[in-house]
């Protein structure tokens, strides 16, 4: 298996908190990983300093082996690192067959052009066609964004990143907020993803990590706690410890 | 539906577009005794139209947006009295330095919130007055540029001179404004477009979907610039004079005032904004002179308070909301 993105000595201090402690992974194609850890462990963190919102205090990061530590984010969704937000970061003003539109556009390489239509090449309208389907989205995408319902919101903020083509994926908590019943429809759509796309999901709810990853990476204050797949990540003692065992605490006390 | 159909049918052009479009070319046959109120409106229209581009469709706030319009202004009346009278090449001209001065200045409003851009274009509005008031031995200082003659505007249909009722004048505004309209309508309609309103509702997410959020804003900065001087330009063609008034604060307010009137982020909103301001105007001046500001202000409470949509659609005032 070749390594698609690739973490060395990843350091993020705020002030005199270290939120990313020494982290070193390494994904690989068409990995299904997880992330998990208790809250404040630093999941959100690692992920906004790949996608280079943060920049590191130390460490460097790589994508195909090239390094990327330094790229702005948009540069680092050009060659197909792509994330989805725990809170949902949309375009409120447009609908979302413009959002897609645009993102499909971005991703062609063609968003810049300022005299012609935004659906007037031929490859947009049928990307956006399968994302609106899939997603459930057709039936409202001539509607406002900022009118739509949470669920609906939720679904374009996931397919809203699979319009920008991502070669690895980074799904921040893709499910918050979206009824039971349909997150599993979610999952079938990310599982669906071409064997080559690489994708790291930051999850709570075990189920869905144990159901969904064929390993798992456990974070705690901000340094690799454990890593393995999911058997014996989810067998070992150390980690049910900190995390799982924390969580049916909490659950006891809920 | 398809996305095909719904992407076209955001495009196509709505019957109230081609009723403006109309209404405009005939105010010039149906009203010549009006040109020079018109040509007033028409200017005013396009310089908000310019400002829509980076407040409306950007979200970027401005209180300098006078700056452009002033130096587009001093551009065309220094063009015309020192290199050759052609409004043409002098609008030409006017533009491009207008576009150049917006490229340079653009740098100062990638970064900061809202309130340092209001301070920042407000201050370099402030400065491009006081240059032009220092700068005497080229703009005339506090006595500006008066008397500038223009040549014939020159058109397929003949040459012809500025008169002084402004039929003229307000030909030549219309088709600055109708073109600039054009070229607007393309681009906020563009992949383009739609990424400057993107990058307005969420800047984070339009970089997470790979757009590079500062070198649109650039762009549209420049755009919005280069039709603002157009605007100042048409001032000191159509009028043969320039002056420090131009670059006054005043002129930002009322830009933004005229576009608040209209409404932002639909391109007319200048041109609707700009009948509105400057017939109110006309008609509060000429019954209660002194009292202009006053009615203005009653008038903008009242349409923040009702609201625009409310305002317009009378036939909705009694019923239940």
């Known amino acids: 298996m070749t390594t698609v993105l690739e973490t060395r000595g990843l350091v993020k201090r705020f002030g005199g908190i270290t939120a990313t402690s020494d982290v070193s992974i390494a994904i690989e194609k068409g990995a299904r990983r997880a992330l998990i850890g208790p809250n404040g462990a630093g999941k959100t963190t690692l992920i906004n300093l790949l996608t280079g919102v943060l920049e590191p205090s130390a460490g460097t990061i790589r994508l195909d082996g090239e390094d990327i530590t330094t790229l702005a984010p948009h540069q ?38 300022w005299w012609r239509g935004l659906g007037s090449d031929p490859r947009v309208a049928p990307q956006c066609d399968t994302l609106l389907q899939q997603f459930h989205l057709d039936d409202v995408m001539n509607q406002q964004v900022k009118h739509l319902a949470y ?50 999901l930051i999850e709570h709810d075990m189920d869905l990590v144990f159901n969904f990853a064929n390993s798992v990476t456990v974070l705690v204050n901000g340094a690799v706690f454990a890593e393995g797949d999911v058997q014996t990540i989810s067998n070992d003692p150390r980690v049910k410890a900190v995390y799982l065992g924390e969580s049916t605490e909490e659950r006891a006390h809920g | ?38 040509n007033e409106i028409a200017i005013l229209a396009l310089f908000a139209l310019s400002l829509d581009l980076i407040l409306g469709y950007s979200g970027v706030v401005s209180l300098g947006h006078a700056a452009f319009f002033g130096f587009g202004s001093y551009a065309a009346a220094l063009f015309a009295k020192l290199v050759m009278p052609d409004p043409w090449v002098g609008m030409l001209v006017a533009i491009a330095l207008s576009a150049l001065l917006g490229a340079v200045t653009s740098v100062l409003i990638l970064r900061g919130t809202d309130l340092t851009r209001l301070m920042v274009t407000l201050g ?9 008031n220092k700068l005497d031995w080229l703009t005339g200082g506090a006595d500006g540029l008066p008397g500038i003659a223009m040549g014939p505007l020159v058109t397929p249909f003949g040459g012809f001179e500025f008169d002084i009722g402004g039929r003229t004048a307000y030909a030549y505004t219309l088709f ?3 073109v600039c309209l054009a070229v607007g309508r393309r681009l906020v309609h563009s992949p383009f477009g739609y990424s400057l309103q993107a990058l307005r509702d969420n800047r984070l997410r339009a970089a997470s979907i790979g757009l590079a959020v500062n070198i649109r804003l650039v762009a549209v900065y420049t755009i919005a610039a280069a039709i603002a001087g157009a605007a100042g330009a048409l001032l000191a063609q159509t009028s ?12 930002s307010a009322e830009v933004l005032l005229v576009l ?17 301001f400057k017939l109110l105007h006309d008609v509060v001046s000429a019954w209660t002179p002194q009292y202009w500001n006053f009615w203005l202000g009653v008038f903008l409470v009242v349409l923040v308070l009702v609201g625009r949509d409310r305002l317009t659609k009378p036939w909705t005032w009694w019923k239940r909301s």
């Open chain 1, 76 to 113: 680092r969704v050009r060659r197909g690192m792509v994330r989805t937000f725990q809170i949902n970061q949309l375009f409120g003003e447009l609908t979302p067959l413009q959002s897609l539109a645009l993102s499909v556009s971005a991703q062609l390489g063609i968003s810049a052009r």
């Open chain 1, 151 to 200: 669920g609906k919101r939720r679904l374009l903020e996931i397919a809203t990143a699979l319009a920008c083509r991502p070669r690895v994926l980074l799904l921040d908590e893709p499910v918050a907020g979206v009824p039971e019943g349909e997150r599993q429809e979610i999952f079938d759509i990310v599982n669906a993803l071409p064997a080559d796309v690489s994708v790291l």
């Open chain 2, 1 to 38: 539906m398809t996305a095909a159909d719904g992407l076209k049918r955001n495009a196509r052009w709505r019957w109230w577009e081609f009723a403006l479009l109309v209404a405009l070319v005939l105010s010039w046959f149906v009203l010549p005794g009006q040109a020079l109120l018109l």
């Open chain 2, 124 to 132: 370099v509005a402030s400065l491009l007055y006081e240059l032009a």
């Open chain 2, 176 to 178: 600055v404004l109708i």
């Open chain 2, 240 to 251: 043969g004079f320039a002056s420090l008034d131009v670059f006054d604060f005043h002129r």
């Open chain 2, 260 to 276: 608040v009137i209209g409404g932002t982020g639909y391109l007319y909103g200048g041109i609707f904004g700009a009948i509105v």
